[in-house]
Nanobody
Framework: QEQLVESGGGLVQTGGSLRLACAAS????????MGWFRQAPGKEREFVSA????????NYADSVKGRFTISRDSAKNTLYLQMNSLQPEDTAVYYC?????????????????WGQGTQVTVSS
């Protein structure tokens, strides 16, 4: 059974950094897409970043460009999100997601697999 498990969330001050990890088990997503979404209280889930696992093509939401970096470790079947220069508006539950197929899309409905989420809180 496919499973995505996030880790690395926590409380950090404005300007700080965190690194999220998403360990995939049950299958590999080589040739497909994995990504990160986030959801703040009272808001819809929004796209953060995604990567084509095989080719390494990436995409970022405008709000995180230049601050966040997505990467993957094929040997560990793990996805990462390095988050720098964190701001209070980055506070949210961050979800790892995976979709079958190599096309990166920002629409949450196109992703078939989801993790349970990890809380990121940025204090001002």
């Amino acid at each position: 059974q496919e499973q995505l498990v996030e880790s690395g969330g926590g409380l950090v001050q404005t300007g700080g950094s965190l690194r999220l990890a998403c360990a995939a088990s049950g299958r590999t997503f080589s040739g497909h897409v994995m990504g990160w979404f986030r959801q703040a209280p009272g808001k819809e889930r929004e796209f953060v970043s995604a990567i084509n696992w095989r080719g390494g093509t990436t995409n970022y939401a405008d709000s995180v460009k230049g601050r966040f970096t997505i990467s993957r470790d094929s040997a560990k079947n793990t996805l990462y999100l390095q988050m720098n220069s964190l701001q209070p508006e980055d506070t949210a539950v961050y979800y790892c997601a995976a979709k079958i197929g190599g096309l990166i899309t920002p629409r949450a409905s196109t992703y078939e697999y989801w993790g349970q989420g990890t809380q990121v809180t940025v204090s001002s």
